[in-house]
């Protein structure tokens, strides 16, 4: 039998195609998650609120500090036993967003510290009002700073999608230990899934750096 069968890797090809389509949709769905929620407990902290302030730095901390799988597994095994059940690809969606919101909240943190001082006070000279403060101030020049790290957050979460197979998603990795199981033929299916990792995330590593390099010159 030859270590690589080419008829057998292009028969497989479309089925992992398929998948891939499951990853990415898991990858943009969570990271729209992630990128708002990050930014609302990055706010939210930043205003200090009382009890509020405490209750999201304890929420922060203890999803930083435990594992993205065990995360996973309480949404999905724990949850019904308290009435709710979600099917496993919205548990991947919700899982893999809070858990990098905890991440993209610390980054936009940082790129609102970092507006200086002067904006926020003359915001208040001119009487502008909270909301408008934040979106016509702080947030036009706080975001723009901290894009390359939300970029190398989503491009870590893209690949940290295949661990959602644990729970029976049919992303492009599990569909290639399925498709392997059947045949009993593992390379051609696992080498494409990691080629076509490969195929999206370096160009993706090489805009994000990039564009570290672009705002590192303005």
């Known amino acids: 039998m030859p270590v690589w069968d080419w008829d057998y890797a ?3 090809l479309p089925e992992l195609l398929r998948a891939l389509l499951v990853t990415l949709e898991i990858t943009v769905l969570g990271s729209v998650v992630a990128l708002l929620l990050g930014l609302v407990i990055a706010v939210i902290r930043r205003l200090h609120v009382p009890v509020i302030d405490q209750v999201l730095w304890a929420f922060v901390e203890f999803v ?3 594992p993205l799988l065990v995360q996973v597994f309480f949404l999905y095994f724990a949850l019904p036993r308290f009435g709710v059940t979600l099917s496993a690809l919205v548990v ?3 899982g893999l967003g809070v858990h990098y919101a905890t991440y993209t909240s610390e980054v936009y943190r940082a790129g609102i510290e970092a507006v200086p001082r002067g904006q926020w006070e003359a915001a208040v000279a001119l ?3 909270r909301t408008r403060t934040w979106t016509g101030v702080i947030l036009p020049q ?3 700073r901290v894009l390359p790290a939300l970029g190398n957050y989503v491009i870590s979460m893209f690949k940290e999608v ?3 197979l644990a729970i029976s998603v049919v992303e492009v990795v599990s569909k ?3 498709i392997g199981s059947t045949t009993f033929r593992f390379t051609e299916p ?3 899934a990691g080629l076509l990792f490969l195929v999206l995330s370096y160009p993706a590593s090489i805009l994000v750096r990039r564009l570290e390099r672009r705002r590192g010159t303005v």
């Open 10 to 12: 292009f028969r497989v």
């Open 92 to 94: 991947g969606v919700i």
């Open 64 to 66: 930083r500090s435990t």
């Open 176 to 178: 290639a230990k399925e």
């Open 162 to 164: 295949p661990l959602l």
């Open 190 to 192: 696992y080498t494409i």
């Open 142 to 144: 706080a975001i723009p």
């Open 127 to 129: 009487n502008l009002t």
